[in-house]
């Protein structure tokens, strides 16, 4: 005995050593070994020092433990070790096998790497032996001879070699005695061996003990009653028709399906010759799928058969005549396996979401397809049937990579609901499809693009500074910040003045708004360029043109160019007293800084002298005689012209018109009183209310200073020599002219002819030309060469003789100093 205990414990040794140690892998696999029973946590194996790799390159890779099945997994990697999760029982994962083993598949990504792992489960005595009954029962007939051998029940130990049975042994009796033996597959059972001779008269039952030892350590040990009735001789024992059966049994068999008949025959007569079945040996997981008819010997299903938990089963059968001589025969049923699995599709690794500028061929996911049928049942074709850039590689085992095969863009389509299909080629072929979900992620590679090629924006002129001008829109199919859109001026100039000082921009809405009141009169349009710019990385833009035009309000009056509209001086016409009716008179010629119908100007004499003598062209502006002139009529005519546009509200400036009739410039000197005539009466009432007030000569002199001052400041300007012509001073900064307002353009030039002999007192005549402008400081003369249609005013041609300028200046004072005293004489 302390022989088997030193071996037992030198076997044990040498495990424990074992299971701490590891294969070194060849080709790629990997073998370990572990002790059942371990606890959770234990290690089996350092895979990455086995594999040549870091803790954190098989991080890196994805490093996994899978598995060809749905099983329960009894190990995992943990920080680079293969760690057993849960207790594994070597009698429940393979019964009766000489070998127990557990398969793994270590796969490893970027690139996809398959490593298969072993891990051989070392028995270890967690189990005892027991038998199949608490007692056995023996009817001897005490006429049994010395020496016979009655077998008995062979114990089951669920433990593998040493752990398993190994001994029996018997509690001391009279009569009996126990042998051992090996049967052909390594296991133990025992036959009683009649050592003295029954005598039912003296002992009619015998009782004892058998006990069946393991060689585990510790050792354990099953025991059993034997119960010995002394009967008469039965010298017959039960025979099976075969000693061996072996049947196929198709998984998925429905309960109550016969798996065979086992027949045994007793050659004794009566109850010695009638025979029993039961199982003898049989698993716990086998008791649950099989049962014995004890009469017929039938064996049916009982449970739910699945070739995939177990495909093979051994079971042994006793025969036991009715005297308790029994015989046992060995049941093999193998599963035969039916396609009744379709494949199961393990999405292993899947990068979503997935860069729309991925290129083509770019793997995205990896994919499994298993199986639990065998042969031709278990291979699998796996594809994708759906009009989508993806398709499937088959590249290690059953392990697909899922690959794009075109350029994907976001904007057209985000999400992919791809459904593979796996199909086996059992007969009829199972099949399972599986949907997943692939979202495309944004890359900023669209510009914003805008509503309009480009933009028109009409704003009236004096619009309020704020105000919106117009709004531009443009879109960015891109997601979130790549397709947010911020709008900004370019950089420009407008008349040599920053684009920004004159217009803003809302950076979010893309309104425009006017950061000044506009004039029309300045500027008509200008051009804008606005850029849309994206927040992506790097950012996209686009630019459009804005054109906005300033469209005309009526904001300006008529300007009178001639007649001059200063108030202190005047101007006159002479007109022959032998005039006709529609004698060219005068022409009043006024503009308008405002352009279309707020430029057309129309003419009307509001007051007149002779309301029926002269008549106005109400867009030309010419004065012409409404009829013949007469003797009886006034020498001198004073006309107000009102010139009118044509705006809403329209607007309008007067002027007068004097109007000398005469055809000697004899004349002229009446002129003052019809210059002052209207002057006179106002300058007379203040100088008496100043008579009456001041009383001393001094300020009677002051005021003689005042009047004289006054005479210089209203010296009538005259025509002499030369014919009217506009100062340049008269024509607006801004204007421009526009065709048909009849404001410039017209067929007539006016020139002055002086009487015969006369140089410096005679008053020009008006006579009417189809001649053009006329040059800067010139008098009114034809100029052939000019072909222009327009009228151009330059200056007043005044006489540049100084020693002629001083007498006049003289003989003006003169008269104001006469005047003066004849008013202050009046006065008093």
């Given at each position: 005995?302390?022989?088997?205990?030193?071996?037992c414990?030198?076997?044990?040794?040498?495990?424990?050593?074992?299971?701490?140690?590891?294969?070194?892998?060849?080709?790629?696999?990997?073998?370990?070994s572990?002790?059942?029973?371990?606890?959770?946590?234990?290690?089996?194996?350092?895979?990455?020092?086995d594999?040549?790799?870091?803790v954190?390159?098989?991080?890196?890779?994805?490093?996994?433990?899978?598995?060809?099945?749905?099983?329960?997994?009894?190990?995992?990697?943990?920080?680079?070790?293969?760690?057993?999760?849960?207790?594994?029982?070597?009698?429940?994962?393979?019964?009766?096998?000489?070998?127990c083993?557990?398969?793994y598949?270590?796969?490893l990504?970027?690139?996809?790497?398959?490593?298969?792992?072993?891990?051989?489960?070392?028995?270890?005595?967690?189990?005892?032996?027991?038998?199949?009954?608490?007692?056995i029962?023996?009817?001897?007939?005490?006429?049994?001879?010395?020496?016979?051998?009655?077998?008995?029940?062979?114990?089951?130990?669920?433990?593998?070699?040493?752990n398993?049975?190994?001994?029996y042994?018997?509690?001391?009796?009279?009569?009996?005695?126990?042998?051992?033996?090996?049967?052909?597959?390594?296991?133990?059972?025992?036959?009683?061996?009649?050592?003295?001779?029954?005598?039912?008269?003296?002992?009619?039952?015998?009782?004892?003990?058998?006990?069946?030892?393991?060689?585990?350590?510790?050792?354990?040990?099953?025991?059993?009653l034997?119960?010995?009735?002394?009967?008469?001789?039965n010298?017959?024992?039960?025979?099976?028709?075969?000693?061996?059966?072996?049947?196929?049994?198709?998984?998925?068999?429905?309960?109550?399906?016969?798996?065979?008949?086992?027949?045994?025959?007793?050659?004794?007569?009566?109850?010695?010759?009638?025979v029993?079945?039961?199982?003898?040996?049989?698993?716990?997981?086998?008791?649950?799928?099989?049962?014995?008819?004890?009469?017929?010997?039938?064996?049916?299903?009982?449970g739910?058969?699945?070739?995939?938990e177990?495909?093979?089963?051994e079971?042994?059968?006793?025969?036991?005549d009715?005297?308790?001589?029994?015989?046992?025969?060995?049941?093999?049923?193998?599963?035969?396996?039916?396609?009744?699995?379709?494949?199961?599709?393990?999405?292993?690794s899947?990068?979503?979401?997935?860069?729309?500028?991925?290129?083509?061929?770019?793997?995205?996911?990896?994919?499994?397809?298993q199986?639990?049928?065998?042969?031709?049942?278990?291979?699998?074709?796996?594809?994708?049937?759906?009009?989508?850039p993806?398709?499937?590689?088959?590249?290690?085992?059953?392990?697909y990579?899922?690959?794009?095969?075109?350029?994907?863009?976001?904007?057209?389509?985000?999400?992919?609901n791809?459904?593979?299909?796996?199909?086996?080629?059992?007969?009829?072929?199972?099949?399972s499809?599986?949907?997943?979900h692939?979202?495309?992620?944004?890359?900023?590679?669209?510009?914003?693009?805008?509503?309009?090629?480009?933009?028109?924006?009409y704003?009236?002129?004096?619009n309020?500074?704020?105000?919106?001008?117009?709004?531009?829109?443009?879109?960015?199919?891109?997601?979130?910040?790549n397709?947010?859109?911020?709008?900004?001026?370019l950089?420009?100039?407008?008349?040599?003045v920053?684009?920004?000082?004159?217009?803003?921009?809302?950076?979010?809405?893309?309104?425009?708004?006017?950061?000044?009141?506009?004039?029309?009169?300045q500027?008509?349009?200008?051009?804008?360029q606005?850029?849309?710019?994206?927040?992506?990385?790097?950012?996209?833009?686009?630019?459009?043109?804005?054109?906005?035009?300033?469209?005309?309000e009526?904001?300006?009056?008529?300007?009178?160019?001639?007649?001059?509209?200063?108030?202190?001086?005047?101007?006159?016409?002479m007109?022959?007293?032998?005039?006709?009716?529609?004698?060219?008179?005068?022409?009043?010629?006024?503009?308008?800084?405002?352009?279309?119908?707020?430029?057309?100007?129309?003419?009307?004499?509001?007051?007149?002298?002779?309301?029926?003598l002269?008549?106005?062209?109400?867009?030309?502006?010419?004065?012409?005689?409404?009829?013949?002139?007469?003797?009886?009529?006034?020498?001198?005519?004073?006309?107000?012209?009102?010139?009118?546009?044509?705006?809403?509200?329209?607007?309008?400036?007067?002027?007068?018109?004097?109007?000398?009739?005469?055809?000697?410039?004899?004349?002229?000197?009446?002129?003052?009183?019809?210059?002052?005539?209207?002057?006179?009466?106002?300058?007379?009432?203040?100088?008496?209310?100043?008579?009456?007030?001041?009383?001393?000569?001094f300020?009677t002199?002051i005021?003689?200073?005042?009047?004289?001052?006054?005479?210089?400041?209203?010296k009538?300007?005259?025509?002499?020599?030369?014919?009217?012509?506009?100062p340049?001073?008269?024509?607006?900064?801004?204007?421009?002219?526009?065709?048909?307002?009849?404001?410039?353009?017209?067929?007539?030039?006016?020139?002055?002819?002086?009487?015969?002999?006369?140089?410096?007192?005679?008053?020009?005549?008006?006579?009417?030309?189809?001649?053009?402008?006329?040059?800067s400081?010139?008098?009114?003369?034809?100029?052939?060469?000019?072909?222009?249609?327009?009228?151009?005013?330059?200056?007043?041609?005044?006489?540049?003789?100084g020693?002629?300028y001083?007498?006049?200046?003289?003989?003006?004072?003169?008269?104001?100093?006469?005047?003066?005293?004849?008013?202050?004489?009046?006065?008093?």
């Open positions: 005995m302390m022989k088997d205990y030193k071996g414990l030198h076997y044990t040794v040498f495990w424990i050593v074992f299971v701490i140690g590891f294969v070194r892998p060849s080709n790629g696999d990997l073998s370990y572990v002790l059942e029973e371990m606890k959770k946590g234990t290690v089996v194996g350092n895979i990455a020092k594999l040549g790799v870091t954190k390159g098989l991080s890196d890779r994805k490093a996994r433990i899978d598995m060809e099945s749905n099983d329960k997994r009894f190990c995992n990697l943990q920080d680079g070790e293969l760690v057993i999760l849960e207790r594994i029982d070597r009698e429940e994962l393979c019964g009766s096998q000489p070998s083993s557990l398969s598949e270590l796969v990504e970027n690139p996809l790497e398959l490593h298969r792992i072993s891990i051989q489960v070392e028995d270890i005595n967690d189990n005892p032996p027991r038998f199949p009954n608490s007692e029962k023996l009817e001897i007939r005490e006429s049994a001879d010395k020496g016979a051998r009655f077998p008995l029940d062979e114990a089951h130990d669920s433990d593998m070699g040493r398993g049975i190994q001994s042994s018997l509690d001391t009796n009279d009569h009996f005695s126990l042998a051992v033996h090996s049967n052909t597959d390594g296991g133990k059972y025992s036959e009683l061996i009649l050592d003295k001779e029954l005598d039912r008269e003296k002992q009619g039952e015998v009782t004892f003990v058998l006990t069946a030892t393991d060689g585990g350590t510790p050792q354990r040990s099953g025991t059993t034997i119960h010995v009735i002394v009967l008469d001789a010298d017959n024992l039960p025979v099976f028709s075969q000693p061996a059966y072996v049947v196929s049994l198709p998984e998925n068999s429905p309960v109550g399906t016969a798996v065979v008949t086992v027949l045994a025959t007793d050659a004794d007569e009566g109850a010695n010759g009638e029993t079945y039961e199982f003898s040996r049989i698993s716990d997981k086998a008791s649950k799928l099989f049962s014995i008819d004890k009469v017929t010997g039938e064996i049916k299903v009982v739910q058969i699945d070739y995939e177990k495909h093979k089963y079971l042994r059968v006793q025969a036991k009715g005297a308790g001589l029994a015989s046992q025969a060995k049941i093999n049923i193998d599963i035969i396996d039916v396609n009744d699995n379709a494949p199961v599709i393990y999405i292993k899947l990068n979503v979401p997935i860069p729309e500028n991925v290129a083509p061929g770019t793997e995205v996911g990896i994919i499994n397809v199986d639990k049928d065998t042969e031709g049942n278990r291979l699998v074709r796996c594809s994708i049937q759906q009009n989508v993806f398709k499937l590689n088959l590249s290690i085992k059953n392990y990579t899922l690959v794009t095969t075109a350029d994907l863009d976001r904007e057209l389509i985000s999400d992919y791809v459904t593979i299909t796996a199909i086996d080629e059992g007969s009829p072929p199972l099949s499809s599986k949907t997943i692939l979202s495309v992620s944004d890359v900023n590679d669209n510009p914003p693009v805008f509503a309009e090629q480009s933009y028109s924006a704003v009236t002129e004096n309020k500074p704020g105000s919106s001008v117009c709004s531009v829109t443009a879109r960015d199919p891109d997601w979130r910040q397709g947010t859109v911020f709008y900004s001026l950089p420009s100039e407008v008349n040599g920053p684009v920004s000082s004159y217009v803003s921009i809302n950076g979010d809405t893309g309104v425009i708004h006017a950061l000044r009141a506009f004039d029309y009169e500027f008509r349009s200008f051009k804008v606005v850029v849309a710019r994206d927040n992506g990385s790097p950012p996209l833009s686009s630019n459009v043109t804005v054109s906005v035009f300033i469209t005309d009526n904001d300006n009056s008529p300007q009178i160019l001639y007649p001059t509209p200063e108030g202190n001086s005047f101007m006159t016409e007109v022959p007293k032998a005039a006709l009716s529609g004698s060219l008179v005068s022409k009043v010629i006024a503009v308008d800084a405002d352009s279309g119908q707020n430029a057309w100007l129309s003419y009307q004499i509001v007051k007149s002298t002779d309301p029926g002269f008549t106005i062209g109400l867009h030309s502006g010419e004065i012409r005689a409404q009829r013949d002139i007469s003797e009886s009529d006034s020498m001198k005519q004073n006309l107000v012209i009102s010139v009118k546009d044509n705006g809403q509200p329209s607007l309008s400036t007067t002027c007068a018109v004097y109007l000398l009739i005469s055809d000697n410039l004899a004349e002229v000197p009446e002129l003052k009183d019809m210059t002052y005539e209207e002057s006179n009466s106002k300058l007379t009432s203040y100088l008496i209310i100043a008579l009456v007030s001041v009383s001393t000569f300020i002199f005021i003689l200073i005042v009047a004289i001052r006054i005479c210089h400041r209203r009538p300007r005259l025509l002499f020599d030369g014919a009217v012509a506009i340049s001073a008269y024509l607006p900064p801004n204007y421009a002219d526009v065709d048909g307002t009849g404001t410039l353009c017209s067929a007539y030039n006016y020139d002055a002819y002086m009487t015969t002999g006369s140089r410096t007192s005679d008053f020009k005549f008006v006579t009417s030309y189809n001649d053009n402008t006329l040059p400081g010139t008098t009114l003369k034809r100029s052939p060469g000019d072909n222009s249609d327009c009228l151009n005013f330059t200056s007043l041609d005044f006489p540049e003789n020693s002629k001083s007498t006049m200046v003289k003989f003006n004072i003169f008269l104001c100093l006469c005047f003066l005293f004849i008013t202050l004489s009046q006065g008093s």
